[in-house]
């Protein structure tokens, strides 16, 4: 085939400008790159960086999960591929962090992300709260709550989290050791019976610190404190609500670790 400029280049390629946080990269063909790019409007789009990896380097450091950047793309007309032609940093967030706080911290939420919103419709309200993390998290804010913040507004954004404040079946809203069954109702200790043997049981201080993390404002996150029994609890509901809707089985979250 003959060597067309006008096929990378001419005006009716369709370049398109957007912003997005890189979720992940990885090493394709001889020396171009990969990223997932998760965007407030179309969710996580695959895109080509040519030469990625190449000692010229015009992406040098620009393509490392978590930044946010902004980029111009056109679709390759041969493949279906969509290929960078521009790219610059707008918040630098992998030079925020060092490498363990970004595997430990933010690794599981960018794997979870690029699993959860696929190319598509974009998750608008999760995207906005994920950069706010992020610039939370730079700051110096307690990366353990930030990160099951996110990980609690996820859930609840994406239709999986049942409604903490009452019971599925009666409505009482009391403390207590309630339940939660396998069809995602929560039950009081006076309902529970009825629930099959695959339940969750949630003590009192989990519940109550789920509808805190649902509710609490950023700023006032500094004052709220999670013990390692509950942040564990925690840990395995939320595994439980992602794994039980979305599939999502490699979901490594060392939240504990953290305190
Ligand atoms: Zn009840």
């Not at 960018?110 to 994920?130: N, T, V």
């Not at 403390?175 to 009192?204: H, I, Q």
Request: charged fraction near 25%.
């Amino acid at each position: 085939m003959v060597w067309n400029p006008r096929l990378w280049n001419g005006p009716d390629m369709g370049y398109r400008g957007i912003e997005g946080i890189i979720l992940r990269r990885r090493d394709i063909f001889e020396n171009d790159q990969e990223i997932t790019l998760l965007t407030a409007g179309e969710g996580g789009l695959k895109l080509q960086a040519k030469h990625g990896r190449s000692s010229q380097k015009i992406y040098c450091g620009r393509l490392e999960p978590p930044n946010l950047v902004r980029l111009t793309y056109y679709q390759s007309r041969e493949q279906s591929a969509k290929i960078i032609s521009r790219l610059r940093i707008v918040e630098p967030f992998a030079e925020l962090f060092d490498r363990s706080s970004i595997r430990r911290f933010i690794w599981p939420l960018l794997s979870l992300y690029a699993d959860l919103f696929p190319e598509g419709k974009g998750p608008e309200d999760c995207y906005q709260r994920f950069i706010t993390g992020l610039k939370l998290l730079g700051g110096g804010a307690p990366p353990v709550l930030v990160a099951t913040r996110i990980l609690v507004r996820t859930a609840v954004e994406t239709g999986i989290s049942p409604d903490f404040q009452g019971c599925c079946n009666c409505g009482e809203t009391a403390a207590g050791s309630w339940v939660l069954s396998p069809d995602r109702g929560l039950y009081c200790p006076v309902c529970r019976p009825a629930v099959k043997p695959e339940e969750f049981t949630l003590p009192a201080d989990l519940r109550r610190a789920y509808m805190v993390l649902e509710k609490v404002r950023w700023n006032r996150i500094n004052s709220f404190i999670l013990t390692e029994e509950t942040l564990v609890n925690l840990e395995s509901l939320l595994y439980r609500f992602f794994h039980y809707h979305f599939d999502i089985s490699m979901l490594a979250f060392q939240l504990r670790n953290s305190l």
